[in-house]
T-cell receptor, first 111, second 116 residues
Framework: DSGVTQTPKHLITATGQRVTLRCSPR?????VYWYQQSLDQGLQFLIQ???????AKGNILERFSAQQFPDLHSELNLSSLELGDSALYFC??????????FGPGTRLTVL | AQTVTQSQPEMSVQEAETVTLSCTYD???????LFWYKQPPSRQMILVIR??????QNATENRFSVNFQKAAKSFSLKISDSQLGDAAMYFC?????????????FGQGTELSVKP
């Protein structure tokens, strides 16, 4: 158990819809990272938040947004969903320093 | 931009034998970290081992060890005494020391199967 929690575990929705994925980092971790794992793109970094502020941005679509709340949990919002957004979405957290602890992921299926 | 390449999409090893997974990376930075992550069928990402670029000594974690060749930008993972539970997808990852917020850049992965 990495200590990082993600909900829901599975999400099935239709094209054009909007979903919210939730992540709670390990106790004491200030950073939250979101990654997308898909068959064609592999594991890709989406966005990082540190103590409530956006720290780094990767290959995140404009239809996607994220935020980190004062209690340090984070939400990834995906809107106008397309079939190609079907993927496993991971959240990871870390203390200052190397290494990341990953959550169990949310599997998103867009039909 | 940094890149990570794993040239072996699939590897196979006999139980109790040793296997080496390859990883090369490209960077112009001198300070960075390298990692191997394991992703079993459960899809959980598990940190196997990490290497700091400034350390010449290769990292070791029980049956897992790395061969870090900084000049060649190579970072291979050796699994000794392979066990059935080692069967998984293995990802090599790079993290800059200074830039880009500490994000991980992953290779494409190597799927390891272990034969009994």
């Amino acid at each position: 158990d990495s200590g990082v929690t993600q909900t829901p575990k599975h999400l099935i929705t239709a094209t054009g819809q909007r979903v919210t994925l939730r992540c709670s980092p390990r106790s004491g971790d200030l950073s939250v990272y979101w990654y997308q794992q898909s068959l064609d793109q592999g594991l890709q970094f989406l966005i990082q938040y540190y103590n409530g502020e956006e720290r780094a941005k990767g290959n995140i679509l404009e239809r996607f947004s994220a935020q980190q709340f004062p209690d340090l949990h984070s939400e990834l919002n995906l809107s106008s969903l397309e079939l190609g957004d079907s993927a496993l979405y991971f959240c990871a957290s870390s203390l200052p320093g190397p290494g990341k602890f990953f959550g169990p992921g949310t599997r998103l299926t867009v039909l | 931009a940094q890149t990570v390449t794993q040239s072996q999409p699939e590897m196979s090893v006999q139980e109790a034998e040793t296997v080496t997974l390859s990883c090369t990376y490209d960077t112009s930075e001198s300070d960075y970290y390298l990692f191997w992550y394991k992703q079993p069928p459960s899809r959980q990402m598990i940190l196997v081992i990490r290497q700091e670029a400034y350390k010449q000594q290769n990292a070791t974690e029980n049956r897992f060890s790395v061969n870090f060749q900084k000049a060649a930008k190579s970072f291979s993972l050796k699994i000794s005494d392979s066990q059935l539970g080692d069967a998984a997808m293995y990802f090599c990852a790079y993290r800059s020391e200074y830039n880009q917020g500490g994000k991980l850049i992953f290779g494409q992965g190597t799927e390891l199967s272990v034969k009994p």
